[in-house]
Nanobody, 123 residues
Framework: QVQLVESGGGLVQAGGSLTLSCQAS????????LGWFRQAPGKEREFVAG????????QYADSVKDRFFISRNNAKHTVVLQMNSLKSDDTAVYYC????????????????WGQGTRVTVSS
């Protein structure tokens, strides 16, 4: 069993930065990929960024590439999403997630979700 707890959301002005953290617990979490999805009001949940079990490989949605950066610390069981140059379109609830093995980053193939943290970007 894996538990995920996000923190760091809040209100930020457009162009600003915010850092989200996810504290993971569970025996197997260090051997699993970790990542972030988001869901804006009235929209489907979408992939944002993900990293492999050792942090050696990361993927990003085109919409956040070169603005968001994901990193993990397996000793502390944390994954961090650094978000820069924020836009109003980044406003959403952000969820930490552990994808199903071999599934890739698809919202419908996630084994564990956090409770979410809200990010609001004001223009």
């Amino acid at each position: 069993q894996v538990q995920l707890v996000e923190s760091g959301g809040g209100l930020v002005q457009a162009g600003g930065s915010l850092t989200l953290s996810c504290q993971a617990s569970g025996r197997t979490v260090s051997s699993r990929a970790l990542g972030w999805f988001r869901q804006a009001p009235g929209k489907e949940r979408e992939f944002v960024a993900g990293t492999s079990w050792n942090g050696g490989y990361s993927q990003y949605a085109d919409s956040v590439k070169d603005r968001f950066f994901i990193s993990r610390n397996n000793a502390k069981h944390t994954v961090v999403l650094q978000m820069n140059s924020l836009k109003s379109d980044d406003t959403a609830v952000y969820y930490c997630a552990v994808p199903s093995l071999g599934s890739g980053w698809v919202a419908g193939s996630v084994d564990y979700w956090g409770q979410g943290t809200r990010v609001t970007v004001s223009s």
